[in-house]
């Protein structure tokens, strides 16, 4: 795969499911863009046209629809996809993009949730992706709190919040695990507090990231 150039800047945000990543996502690109930055934004599983197509067989419908491994195939297609036709030709642009979610979730949902895969996640992730984000901004919060949250949403991509709290509890203490292994760049926040407490903090990180 092309090399992306040095000029763009890849952000990612992590964390369980409401935590409150997509609105951090929108209102740092909101504030980004006022600022005069080129920003793409953009999530996953999704982000390009084929990626949203798989999008839908892996959110929806039940928690047993596919295995672990059957699972790994379809985020890292879609990731595939989704690095080509978006991250890449924006990263080369010089752009900003920011993303929401990208491989360490696969690493904690594929890669822990039913036994430990983490060693196939980061084969098939050195195979067909490789690319590591610039920045990754955790946002870290209780697994009660966002599980609460999340189901407050009510649309039809629950399979992963249906496999319930346990499932959140050791996702919450793999992403912080995650975030020492990749401390260089890792930034955990506390997601736990008001909106906009949250989004200065992401502002921060990001613009330190930026000059
Ligand atoms: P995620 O993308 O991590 O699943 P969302 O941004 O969709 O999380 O947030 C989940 C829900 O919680 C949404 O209804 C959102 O409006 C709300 N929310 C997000 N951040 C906060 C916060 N800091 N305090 C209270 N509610 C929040
Ligand atoms: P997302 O839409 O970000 O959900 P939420 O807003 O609730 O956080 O992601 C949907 C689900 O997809 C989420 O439960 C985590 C899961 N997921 C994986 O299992 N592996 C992956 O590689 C990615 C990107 C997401």
Partial sequence: MTPAAANGLFLTFEGIDGSGKSTQCRLLAE???QQGHQVVLTREPGGSTGAEEIRRLVLEGDPDRWSAETELLLFTAARRDHLERTIEPALRAGKVVICDRFADSTRMYQGLSRGDLRATVDQLHQLMISREPDLTLLIDMDPELGLSRAKGRQTSEERFEDFGIELQQKMRAGFLALAQEFAPRFRVIDGGRP??????????QAQAALS
């Fill in 31 to 33: 504030t980004l863009r």
């Fill in 195 to 204: 909106i906009d407490a949250v989004a200065a903090d992401v502002l921060a």
